[in-house]
């Protein structure tokens, strides 16, 4: 089992950047591929981005495209979410979430029911 610990989230300007990590615990993070997602309030978890275990695949929602970057570094069992440009959409609880599955899709890693294991959230707000 893997423990996630997402960091990083604070209070932003309109039009600043922020770096989220997510740091793994118990288990080497490339066991998984891992996915980013954010829930505004009074609104439904929604997909951002993906990587798959190796890093050679990513996924981005189409809302986010070409704002937000994921990478990781299985050496230090991180992952990270490049967000720039931010708007005040932007505003929600980022978390991210680790799929043990060997396969993977654009389809299945944009999908939260599929993933595993889910950190406790980063709290990302965007000031106008």
């Known amino acids: 089992q893997v423990q996630l610990v997402e960091s990083g989230g604070g209070l932003v300007q309109a039009g600043g950047s922020l770096r989220l990590s997510c740091a793994a615990s118990?288990?080497?993070?490339?066991?998984?591929?891992m996915g980013w997602f954010r829930q505004a309030p009074g609104k439904e978890r929604e997909f951002v981005a993906a990587?798959?275990?190796?890093?050679?695949?990513?996924y981005y929602a189409d809302s986010v495209k070409g704002r937000i970057t994921v990478s990781r570094d299985n050496a230090k069992n991180t992952v990270y979410l490049q967000i720039d440009s931010l708007k005040p959409e932007d505003t929600a609880v980022y978390y991210c979430?680790?799929?043990?599955?060997?396969?993977?899709?654009?389809?299945?890693?944009?999908?939260?029911?599929?993933?595993?294991?889910w950190g406790q959230g980063t709290q990302v707000t965007v000031s106008s």
């Open positions: 979430a680790a799929d043990q599955r060997t396969y993977y899709s654009r389809s299945s890693l944009s999908t939260a029911d599929e993933y595993d294991y």
């Open positions: 990587i798959s275990w190796n890093g050679r695949s990513t």
């Open positions: 118990g288990r080497t993070l490339s066991s998984y591929h």
